[in-house]
């Protein structure tokens, strides 16, 4: 493979080359990439919705086992499942890197490939953002804009006593993926000659490497002509986004173990882990999945649709949420003490 | 002075800590802090501008003579002066900081301190972002929006044959004062009993401390009833955002050395470095000022502010910008090769 100097673009040529061929899709970006700002044009009747995210290498990423194409995705699809989580549509973002000289430009070229694919995919456009050196190694600070109706924002405050608590997707599956990554990377730094045993963990490895945002639920949502009262999207767990819920509406709330989705293969590895699959899920973190609340009278809309699990539901005001065991046994949801300083 | 590890508050705990006293003054701020996103309604008729900056401690900022709440304050302002550039008010900001353990509680609160007193300055809410750890240092990558109407705004693009071409303030300072701090810094190291020579040099130091954006344009065009052909802020010296303006435009721009505003203070500064100090205008950089272009009937209403120096004008299409110099000759304007990857 070539290797390209990133000193050989400069850092205008560079994210020149970068961003040039990412095409403008929506119809609300007037200015893209290029001048001081990027300008959009907020569609009439709609509230725009802006999030930020930094992901950090050594971090919040290990380049060792994670493909630039893929970490390029990922950086984009955490932000636009922030969009999602607000009942929005995302529409445009912008991405600040810093790098050093360590990479080439064709690495910066994987990444931004795998933001492109991400942009396409979701439909938003790159309107801007800058490019600049680290001392060491990879940051990447992403921006994205959204738009809602003002009366189908869905924030973390209004979850009602008697709504439903319901989740997409599977959980625990992005915490066991990134176990097995880092066993593999270990087992490779002790024998570099073994090749990594990833067979039987595709699917736990996919929800670390590529999640996706949950576009369709949000799109059901409008067709249903549903608000849930409340949503999040689940990047540090269960339990701490259900304690987010609680804090911002409130009121406690209540889940069932046996509710919570968690997938076979999911639950197959956390057993070879000698995890509890229930704990993954409430504590992994890194799904992308959403969380919301709704009124029970959408309860046979919510049902019927295939990808949703009602859990639970919001208990009385000032309540403390917690979890009741397949065992029938009520335990408190606490937080799971990570704490990225200590 | 005391000091509180960032892992007493946790990462959550220590957003919430940092952000709890910013105050919310923009009606257009639905949403602030402390959800997936923040809400941010448009004003009818307006667009919104979106521009992000980042800044890694030893690429753009040095510890050891930049005061964390200076660097707080700066981080704000030049981000704010990208979206003044396009004609904008600005009105909301993210930020996200990445930081090592090493830096305490007290340190981010002086950080926050700087960004607080620039939101209050400016009139701008603080909306968004995360903390995370870094593996070493400081970044911060800041987010702002404002709004303009679509037939106000400016971009690098429009500068038309003729146009006047005009700059704020004054510019090389900002580089100079740089240079200040380099060279005491340097002394320092070498002899740590002595204390760094500051004194007559506060001018140029301020210029690179305590830049602030050029807010007093943007109200001088909206009350004039000017709409610049184009405009772009000075960040990495007139003659790299002459010469965008001239890729934008397609039009090169004419430039008289005499007319380029230097302060008696900057010129002083840089005879005792041996610079030229329309040199340090040119390549120097961080000054912050805004250069744009207007159409010659606005010549009187803009000669009559004395903060604007008209400094040259928009030659024919395809044409190269250049510089007349005091002797009367005509040279080449360059990029200044400055390539911070190299």
């Not at 991405?95 to 360590?102: D, K, L, P, Q, Y």
């Not at 995919?121 to 804009?145: E, F, K, Q, W």
């Not at 409130?250 to 999911?266: F, L, N, Q, R, W």
């Not at 639970?312 to 403390?320: A, C, I, L, N, T």
Request: glycine content about 10%.
């Amino acid at each position: 493979m070539s290797r390209t100097e990133l000193s050989s673009l400069g850092e205008f040529g560079l994210i020149r080359h970068l961003t040039e061929h990412f095409p403008v899709q929506q119809k609300s970006t007037i200015l893209g990439v290029g001048d001081d700002a990027a300008a959009i044009e907020v569609p009439a009747g709609m509230i725009a919705v802006l999030t930020t995210d930094m992901l950090i290498e050594g971090v919040h990423f290990d380049l060792s086992y994670v493909p630039l194409r893929h970490l390029g995705y990922k950086a984009v699809v955490v932000n636009l499942s922030d969009v999602y989580a607000m009942n929005a549509v995302p529409a445009q973002i912008t991405v600040s890197i810093a790098v050093s000289n360590r990479f080439s430009l064709e690495a910066m070229e994987e990444l931004y490939a795998g933001m492109l694919a991400a942009c396409e995919h979701y439909g938003v456009d790159l309107v801007g953002g800058d490019t600049s050196t680290s001392v060491s190694g990879l940051a990447i600070s992403v921006s994205a804009v959204g738009f809602v109706e003002k009366a189908r924002m869905s924030t973390r405050r209004n979850a009602r006593k008697g709504d439903l608590l319901c989740v997409t997707g599977d959980l625990g599956g992005a915490y066991l993926g990134l176990q097995v990554l880092e066993r593999e990377k270990k087992v490779f730094l002790e024998s570099p000659g073994v090749q990594p045993e990833l067979s039987g963990f595709e699917y736990v490895i996919g929800r670390q490497l590529k999640p996706e945002a949950r576009r369709d639920l949000v799109q059901f949502f409008s067709e249903q002509q549903i608000v849930p009262t409340s949503m999040i999207d689940i990047s540090d767990g269960l339990a701490s986004e259900i304690l987010h819920l609680e804090r911002n509406s409130g009121h406690g709330m209540v889940i069932y173990e046996e509710k919570i989705p968690i997938a076979a293969d999911t639950g197959r590895v956390a057993e070879q882990f000698s995890l509890a699959p229930v704990t993954c899920a409430l504590s992994g973190g890194e799904d992308y999945e959403l969380l919301f609340t709704v009124g029970q009278s959408d309860y046979e809309k919510i049902s019927a649709n295939p990808s949703v699990s009602i859990i639970g539901y919001v208990d009385e005001p000032e309540s403390s949420s917690r979890m009741v065991t397949r065992a029938g046994a009520t335990i408190a949801i606490t937080a799971q003490g990570w704490n990225a300083f200590s």
